[in-house]
């Protein structure tokens, strides 16, 4: 778990930097930190989606995805808990939702997530999740800085998802698979580079709809 605790306060930290920088800083500035981050992002999304050699298992868990997501509502559920936090707090952050949201789905869509809390629940080897720590860190100031404080409470969805990740992860170790990682990462490339297109507010991608693809992508690499 140490290493999904040092991811926790890394965001913590890089989200009190960009709230607090973000004060003294002029418009500009934080419209073209957004979109360096939203144009870093969809490099790491291009990188991770070109990295995989089963094109049709990525688009079709792809299709598959967003088909059950959008059934289940998964955005929605993850807006409606980002406004009863908002409330509970009684923030009058016009963009709390959106820092919320948009930062969980950053920080947990992708292979590091699922690679990092194997390593470290099954080999108690949390090298993986520092380097995510590390670059969590880096975005949650510029996120933070913009959005403001719902990027913050984002380090709920990473000490949660990545904590029961990790406690789970003695049991999910067929996850290590070459083939596994393979779809994961390719699949989760694209749900990433989604990410960035949103933060440069070239079109709202409901990235959160999505994440169903993941689970696609794993089964259809483990069945084929």
Same mark, same amino acid.
């Given at each position: 778990? /140490? ?7 890394? %965001?913590?930290?890089?989200?009190? /930097? ?5 004060? #003294? =800083? ?17 490099? /790491? ?8 050699? @089963? ?22 559920? =993850?807006?409606?808990?980002?406004? @009863? ?5 009684r ?14 789905? =950053? ?9 990092g ?6 080999? #108690?080897? $949390?090298?993986?999740l520092?380097v ?6 880096v ?18 969805? %990473? ?15 067929? =996850?290590?698979? $070459? ?32 994440? $169903?693809?993941?689970?696609? *992508?794993?089964?259809? *690499?483990?069945?084929?």
């Amino acid at each position: 778990m /140490i290493g999904t605790v040092v991811n926790t306060a890394t %965001v913590l930290c890089g989200s009190f /930097i960009g709230l607090t920088a973000g004060k #003294h =800083l002029p418009e500009r500035i934080k419209d073209i930190m957004m979109q360096a981050l939203g144009l870093s992002v969809i490099l /790491i999304g291009l990188q991770m989606a070109l990295s995989g050699n @089963r094109v049709l298992l990525t688009i079709g868990s792809l299709l598959l995805g967003g088909i059950t997501g959008e059934i289940l509502g998964i955005e929605k559920s =993850l807006e409606h808990l980002a406004n @009863r936090l908002k409330k509970l707090l009684r923030s009058d952050s016009s963009t709390f939702v959106d820092g919320f949201v948009s930062a969980s789905l =950053l920080y947990l869509v992708g292979a590091m997530t699922i690679v990092g809390t194997i390593q470290d629940g099954t080999a #108690h080897d $949390p090298g993986t999740l520092y380097v995510k720590s590390l670059l969590d860190g880096v975005a949650s100031i510029a996120l933070a800085s913009s959005l403001g404080v719902g990027v913050a409470f984002s380090a709920i969805s %990473v000490l949660v998802v990545q904590g029961a990740l990790t406690l789970a992860a003695a049991r999910l170790s067929f =996850l290590q698979g $070459p083939e596994v990682l393979n779809a994961v990462t390719s699949t989760g490339g694209l749900l990433i580079l989604g990410i960035g297109i949103t933060l440069l507010q070239i079109k709202k991608i409901r990235t959160g709809n999505l994440l $169903p693809a993941l689970v696609y *992508a794993i089964a259809g *690499a483990l069945l084929l």
